[in-house]
C-alpha cells in the first residue's frame, strides 16, 4: 500500500481496514515499518519514505517481485507451516528474561 501510494498519508484506521486486521495490529505494523525507517509519520498519517537509497531500490525489488508472484507470494506468507516452523524456531531465542544461565 504504501509503496504503491508514495505520496499517500495512511491512518492507522484506514491501515486496518484495508488490510482485514485491528486496529492495534496495524498499530504495532506501523511501528515496525517506522523502527525499520519504511515510513513516516506525516500529517494525515503514515507514509512511504525509505530512510536511504539502498532501502528503497530493496523494497522496489520486492514490490516487483510480488507483483509478478502474487499467487506465490500469498501463499507463502499464509503457509501454516511456515508458521509452524517459526514458532518452533522462537521456542529456541535467547531471552534475557530468562532463568537460563
Known amino acids: ?24 495490529v496495524a498499530q504495532r505494523l506501523l511501528d515496525e515499518l517506522t523502527a525499520i525507517g519504511v515510513v513516516t509519520e506525516r500529517a494525515g498519517g503514515h507514509g512511504y519514505s525509505p530512510r536511504d537509497t539502498e532501502l528503497a531500490d530493496a ?5 516487483a517481485c510480488y507483483r509478478s508472484n502474487l499467487v506465490e507470494v500469498t ?6 507451516t511456515l508458521r509452524s516452523a517459526e514458532r518452533f524456531a ?6 534475557k528474561d530468562s532463568d537460563n544461565v
Open 59 to 63: 523494497l522496489d525489488q520486492l514490490f
Open 75 to 80: 501463499r507463502l506468507i499464509h503457509d501454516p
Open 1 to 24: 500500500m504504501f509503496h504503491a501510494s508514495p505520496d499517500r498519508a495512511f491512518s492507522i484506521s484506514s491501515l486496518a481496514h484495508a488490510l482485514y486486521v485491528p486496529v492495534d
Open 90 to 95: 522462537n521456542a529456541f531465542r535467547w531471552r
